[in-house]
């Protein structure tokens, strides 16, 4: 019955590293998950505030473009009235004389009485055709003589209506610009001339409630400032913007101007056209003015999300900084489970190869065959637990089933082959503590059934049963059909004795019956 020692799973534990442990060390970590997760989501809640403050800048600035168009389009359809009367009132004047000498004062009476329904403060003057002002007829915003003034030289060459870029008053020093009208079809008698307030676009201005830094313009189709609120010392040449470029073609639209050429602010500008009088008006809100709310809700956002962020990162990194404890700690654990694991197996099968050693020196011993064949049973039967235990995972239980099994086949190895023996067996667990008092019990029994039993010489069978009963508790059963014996008579043996100290020692119950029949209850594990 003696074994070898050095089978595969006895003689050597595998390592704990190897490929399994380098699976282990690729995986990623609960901790960098944590961390990684909350890096994504900081950066996912960023991206769709940056994606709304992208938005929210064009929707802005949409809104700017709107607001400079409508106040372009208001400002436009004043200037037109304004113009257009200025112009029809210097036509009804070059209709009626054609030379400033033949105007009567009733007829300067009534062109003054006409200029108080421009929306404008106006003025007019009557130039001879050497550019003299005309008796008391020219206008004080004007120097006596005009004959250099590009509008003059204009009307003079043969045409008809011209507008002067913006000019300062003779007087005040304050913008004007100046509506002129020539007089006289086939000699030139002189000119008719409006002059305007440069203040004019400031009352296109107020009402429109553009905000800081905006502006109104009155700009000729060359490009020449004419009028412009708030007001510039000199004119100024705009030709180079987009109306007059990328956007001639248009009646009205918008457009960014990163720097004015004027001023150097940047502002969101509109225009409209107006064709049939040769003007442009112009009118534009800053972009810093405009921007100023969005900038604000976003840095007050950034304010509140910044520490909510960090708070998030913190957290994360502590969290992680307590999941790799853990795994350090798991780690460990694992370790010393696994150290353990190869102690319990060592330990089982020294206990094991000793029980065998301790089987052959009784081999060795001059005693009694028979003694000693009893003996390296019950030597088995202990050896076979530990063997079974140190091959299991599980070293809290013991499922009996196999271990029983293969007691019973060394058991049959000796014994009379014209026996059979019948095993039913249910894969039920006990206590480890409890496997080898139940392997002892088997021994005892089945040896006795083969010595005893048959000893006549006889074939017969043994049958052998083991179950659940209902209570949480096995049976184990051999019954044989042997010759029996009377189990109220004391046997001359220690095989009884054993048994009944085995049973008490698993807390069960076992008895006789007819002398063919063994039954054994006890606990199963919990």
Request: contains cysteine; proline residues 5%; hydrophobic residues 45%.
């Amino acid at each position: 019955m003696s074994h070898s020692g050095g089978d595969a799973r006895g003689g050597a534990v595998p390592p704990l590293g190897g490929p399994a442990r380098a699976a282990v060390r690729l995986r990623w970590s609960p901790a960098n998950t944590v961390i990684a997760l909350a890096a994504l989501l900081i950066v996912v809640v960023f991206a769709i505030f940056a994606f709304l403050c992208v938005q929210g800048y064009h929707g802005t600035v949409q809104q700017a473009q709107a607001k400079a168009q409508a106040a372009a389009d208001i400002s436009a359809e004043e200037t037109g009235w304004m113009l257009g009367g200025g112009q029809a009132l210097l036509a009804e004047i070059a209709a009626l004389t054609q030379n400033p000498i033949d105007i009567t004062d009733d007829n300067l009476a009534a062109f003054n009485a006409g200029l108080k329904s421009l929306p404008a403060a106006t003025s007019l003057g009557l130039y001879d055709a050497t550019g003299n002002a005309w008796g008391d007829a020219g206008t004080p915003s004007l120097p006596e003589n005009i004959a250099d003034a590009d509008f003059f030289k204009a009307l003079e060459a043969g045409g008809q209506r011209a507008m002067s870029r913006q000019l300062a008053d003779a007087t005040t020093g304050k913008p004007i610009f100046v509506l002129a009208q020539r007089l006289g079809t086939d000699a030139f008698g002189g000119i008719a001339v409006l002059t305007i307030s440069g203040d004019v676009t400031r009352d296109f201005w107020q009402p429109q409630s553009l905000g800081a830094e905006s502006t109104t313009s009155i700009v000729r189709d060359d490009g020449w400032l004419m009028a412009r609120y708030p007001a510039l010392p000199a004119a100024a040449n705009l030709s180079r913007q987009p109306p007059f470029t990328d956007q001639k073609a248009n009646a009205s639209g918008t457009y960014m101007s990163a720097s004015s050429p004027v001023d150097g602010v940047a502002r969101v500008v509109a225009f409209r056209r107006l064709p049939a009088l040769g003007v442009i008006i112009f009118a534009s809100v800053s972009r810093d003015a405009v921007l100023a709310g969005l900038w604000n809700s976003i840095f007050t956002v950034l304010w509140l999300m910044l520490p909510i962020a960090l708070a998030l990162l913190a957290g994360s990194l502590i969290t992680a900084r307590i999941l790799r404890q853990s795994e350090r700690t798991r780690a460990s654990l694992e370790a010393a489970v696994a150290h353990n694991d190869v102690l319990f197996r060592e330990i089982h099968h020294r206990v094991k190869n000793n029980l065998q050693s301790v089987a052959s020196l009784l081999q060795m011993q001059p005693i009694p065959r028979e003694i000693k064949a009893d003996m390296n049973q019950r030597i088995a039967a202990m050896s076979a637990v530990h063997e079974h235990i140190y091959r299991s995972s599980d070293f809290a239980t013991v499922g009996v089933k196999d271990y029983l099994e293969r007691l019973v086949a060394n058991i049959r190895a000796g014994a009379d082959p014209r026996v059979e023996v019948v095993e039913q067996f249910e894969d039920l667990s006990v206590d480890k503590d409890a496997a080898t008092p139940l392997g002892l019990i088997l021994n005892e029994v089945v040896s006795n059934a083969f010595k005893h039993a048959f000893s006549d010489g006889r074939a017969g069978v043994i049958t052998i049963t083991l179950f659940r009963q209902g209570d949480g508790r096995g049976q184990l059963s051999v019954e044989d059909n042997g010759v029996g014996f009377d189990p109220t008579v004391p046997g001359k043996g220690i095989g009884r004795r054993l048994i009944a100290a085995l049973t008490q020692q698993l807390n069960g119950e076992s008895w006789f019956e007819s002398g063919s029949l063994f039954t054994l209850v006890f606990p199963l594990a919990k």
